[in-house]
């Protein structure tokens, strides 16, 4: 009989971002009773915790949104085309109401374990504040930037000001009026942080690791009649979003750099360079990212426009990265990042001339000179893709640990199942396809649905990958990164993040395979009859 304090249920999805809420809802159609577990008290996943002034899409809103609902896409106006974190936090709101999401999500419940039972054929799982459920299937949405890394200085804890991790920020704010305030790392988050924070701090200073190449996101409001005309268009957007390679609205240049005279060539980028959002780096040249020369020529192009935007010529080049060609890092998007050093309120820190040494009481000390603040704010990035999975103690058969089996680097079946883990799926999980996220997320979630309706009808117990789907599914994905310029240099795209132990190494993270390849092997698998999968495996003797 059920123990009442160990309530169990079919499924239960671990996270309320933009997979769990879509993933409940879809779960659901199958008829079983499932819970969403969410450490935070809100919906949005990462536009829940990332309340850091100027955090805002990368992706067009309107090629961001959920598609799936032909009501709610009427329903729902964007009003930028780089909507900011409280807007779209409330579109997740909107979405959690309308599909009456919050009846099924317990908020404030963090997991802490998930250990398979052979038995039992059940996921046993444990919260933080000791509670305990079963389910028969359990569904990872846990992010792939959901778990905030600090830097891994001396000192942390001495600072007596005010001070947050752009991924942790306080629901009621931080106010940076007439303040000194230290930003402490340069990446997506802390560039949008940056150029917000530089226009009220009486005085910035930025702590910059290595600078990345930033192009302009060129944001703007959308009027009523261009929503009304985005909202005709939606079938077009999201036909085209299933077309491009990283599922965005940007499609690469199908002409190879050397390939168009110098005049045309640099027309082409400074069309890019004034265009909006990610084509400078989606929709640019075939060769861009594969072709040394091709990179060389692009990142000497973007190094111009910052030594053009930055009077201060010292600080230009400290602004320019040396260490890594244009897009072969996540290019953060900026709208007068670059000015702000023109500012005399902001000053800029390259760490790899004076590194800081230790945070103090009263601020930080390099290896030049101590500084004080009032406000530190930390943009130190995340434990990305999985770091979130490092968090939970998951074990599946024989009691193995997750982080065991990926200790050499992730292997999955498709970016969903790993073989050993029953009746575990992950919804944007490592080696999945990514790119314009939710587009990535509903393809993953509906198959996720399509693999347990197809279980429960059939009455098997258990699904789990073979061993040799996961294989040729790792050599698929090791075969595509091959030839990759962005394998050359460390980033959470390599796996690489300093401040955590044990990622010193490059591995392959991520599938870079195009989006409309990894559905058609997804797609495969279903018609195929699922032989990629095991059925019902009995427990080892
Ligand atoms: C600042 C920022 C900007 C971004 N901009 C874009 C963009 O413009 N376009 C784009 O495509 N993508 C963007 N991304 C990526 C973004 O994460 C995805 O678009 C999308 O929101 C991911 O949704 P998710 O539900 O998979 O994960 P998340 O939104 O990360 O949600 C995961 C949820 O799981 C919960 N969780 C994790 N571990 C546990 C646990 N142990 N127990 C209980 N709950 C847990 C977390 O609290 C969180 O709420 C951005 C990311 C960041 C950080």
Redesign the pocket.
């Known amino acids: 009989m059920n123990d009442v304090s160990k309530p169990v249920f079919d499924a239960i999805i671990?996270?309320?971002?933009?997979?769990?809420m879509y993933q409940l809802h879809r779960l659901r159609e199958l008829g079983l009773r499932v819970l969403v577990?969410?450490?935070?008290t809100g919906v949005?996943?990462?536009?829940?915790?990332?309340r850091y002034p100027g955090?805002r899409?990368?992706?067009e809103s309107w090629s961001?949104g959920y598609s799936f609902s032909e009501e709610l896409l009427r329903e729902w106006d964007w009003s930028e085309h780089f909507a900011g974190q409280p807007e779209i936090e409330r579109y997740c709101n909107l979405v959690a109401d309308k599909f009456d999401l919050r009846a099924d999500i317990r908020f404030g419940?963090?997991?802490s374990s998930a250990h398979f039972n052979e038995q039992s054929g059940m996921w046993e799982l444990t919260l933080t504040d000791g509670a305990r459920l079963e389910a028969r299937f359990m569904v990872t949405?846990?992010?792939?930037?959901?778990a905030p890394t600090m830097p891994r200085f001396d000192g942390l804890a001495d600072f007596r000001g005010e001070w947050s991790h752009t991924?942790t920020w306080p629901k009621q704010g931080i106010s940076f009026e007439g303040k000194r305030v230290a930003v402490i790392g340069t990446g997506?988050?802390g560039v949008q942080a940056i150029q917000e924070i530089a226009k009220s701090a009486e005085h910035l200073t930025v702590f910059q690791r290595r600078p990345n190449w930033c192009t302009p996101l060129h944001n703007g409001p959308i009027s009523s009649e261009e929503m009304q005309s985005i909202r005709t268009g939606y079938p077009e957007i999201f036909a085209r979003c299933a077309e491009t390679a990283a599922c965005f609205i940007h499609t690469v240049d199908p002409r190879g750099t050397f390939e168009v005279f110098e005049e045309e060539r640099l027309a082409f980028w400074e069309r890019l360079y004034a265009g909006q959002g990610f084509g400078i780096w989606q929709g640019n040249f075939r060769d861009m990212l594969v072709d040394r020369d091709a990179n060389q020529l692009m990142s000497a192009f973007v190094a111009d426009k910052i030594r053009e935007r930055v009077n201060d010529q010292s600080v230009a080049e400290r602004l320019i990265p040396k260490d890594h060609g244009f897009g072969t890092r996540r290019v953060p998007q900026e709208t007068r990042y670059y000015e702000v050093y023109n500012q005399d309120n902001v000053e800029l820190v390259s760490m790899l001339e004076t590194p800081i040494s230790c945070i103090t009481e009263a601020g930080v000390d390099t290896t030049a000179q101590s500084y004080e603040f009032d406000v530190i704010v930390y943009a130190t990035g995340?434990d990305a893709v999985t770091g979130?999975f490092d968090?939970?103690d998951i074990r599946g058969r024989g009691g193995q640990p997750l982080r065991e089996k990926w200790q050499e680097g992730p292997r999955t079946f498709v970016g969903v199942m790993v073989d050993d883990f029953p009746n575990m799926f992950m919804?944007?999980g490592p080696h999945a396809a990514l790119?314009?996220?939710?587009r990535s997320?509903e393809f993953n979630v509906e198959w996720i649905r399509d693999v347990i309706g197809h279980a429960s009808r059939n009455g098997h117990h258990t699904v789990e990958a073979r061993d040799e789907s996961v294989q040729a599914w790792a050599s698929f994905v090791m075969q595509k990164a091959q030839g990759l310029l962005s394998n050359e240099v460390d980033s959470w795209m390599t796996g690489v993040n300093m401040n955590v132990e044990g990622k010193q190494t490059r591995t392959v993270v991520r599938y870079t395979g195009t989006a409309p390849e990894y559905r058609a092997r997804c797609r495969d698998v279903v018609k195929g009859g699922f032989t990629e999968l095991r059925f019902d495996r009995v427990a080892d003797a």
């Open positions: 671990i996270g309320a971002g933009m997979s769990g577990l969410e450490a935070g949005g996943g990462t536009w829940y915790w990332n955090a899409f990368d992706s961001y419940a963090r997991v949405a846990i992010g792939l930037l959901s991924g997506a988050s995340f979130a968090h939970i919804v944007m790119g314009n996220n939710p997320i």
